[in-house]
T-cell receptor
Framework: DQQVKQNSPSLSVQEGRISILNCDYT??????FLWYKKYPAEGPTFLIS?????DKNEDGRFTVFLNKSAKHLSLHIVPSQPGDSAVYFC?????????????FGKGTKLSVKP | GAGVSQTPSNKVTEKGKYVELRCDPI?????LYWYRQSLGQGPEFLIY????????DSGLPNDRFFAVRPEGSVSTLKIQRTERGDSAVYLC????????????FGNGTRLTVT
């Protein structure tokens, strides 16, 4: 049973527009969330995170929104650039449990077209 | 380079053989993690170390898998009697500490069991 779900396997966006990547989770004990970006043949790279005590965190073109009541988070990229084309993974951590155990979604492949 | 280094980058082995995968974390990072990523999936947690000891090995699929970190730096993931289902990319990551510290991943070792 997947605890972190990314229901869209792929997303295509025009350069300069907004990319919105979605993630849902089922475990209400999750209290820290992260987004990673992965290029082919490379390991995932940390992008941005958010604690459950916040509902928004912004870093440059990247903003993560957290809706705890809906158990939903989203990553907004504005404006999207061709170099943003990659697979994006949502991940969650439960500090009450094993602190080393990040649980990942299956990823969403983002294609930004020039 | 100051990143997480994994060797080899690719490993092809025959069913039933023994393999060792090596991870050299970022200098000064006390926490080290192993994840496995199968095709079309997100990374799945295997084990993490805090210093020399395995703090959580609950993700290891069975007793054919074992990992060590004898001096608190380099780690080796060992797989005995490999099976075709073990084919995946094995990712290593390190972090400064367990809490509030993003994981920095290496590029992974692609293991293929024929």
């Amino acid at each position: 049973d997947q605890q972190v779900k990314q229901n869209s396997p792929s997303l295509s966006v025009q350069e300069g527009r907004i990319s919105i990547l979605n993630c849902d989770y089922t475990n209400s004990m999750f209290d820290y969330f992260l987004w990673y970006k992965k290029y082919p043949a490379e390991g995932p790279t940390f992008l941005i995170s958010i604690s459950s005590i916040k509902d928004k965190n912004e870093d440059g073109r990247f903003t993560v929104f957290l809706n705890k009541s809906a158990k939903h988070l989203s990553l907004h990229i504005v404006p999207s650039q061709p170099g943003d084309s990659a697979v994006y993974f949502c991940a969650a951590k439960d500090y009450g449990g094993s602190q080393g155990n990040l649980i990942f979604g299956k990823g969403t492949k983002l294609s930004v077209k020039p | 380079g100051a990143g997480v280094s994994q060797t080899p980058s690719n490993k092809v082995t025959e069913k039933g053989k023994y393999v060792e995968l090596r991870c050299d974390p970022i200098s000064g990072h006390t926490a080290l993690y192993w994840y496995r990523q199968s095709l079309g999936q997100g990374p799945e947690f295997l084990i993490y170390f805090q210093g020399t000891g395995a703090a959580d090995d609950s993700g290891l699929p069975n007793d054919r898998f074992f990992a060590v970190r004898p001096e608190g730096s380099v780690s080796t993931l060992k797989i005995q009697r490999t099976e075709r289902g073990d084919s995946a990319v094995y990712l290593c990551a390190s972090s400064l500490s367990i809490r509030d510290s993003p994981l920095h991943f290496g590029n992974g070792t692609r293991l293929t069991v024929t």
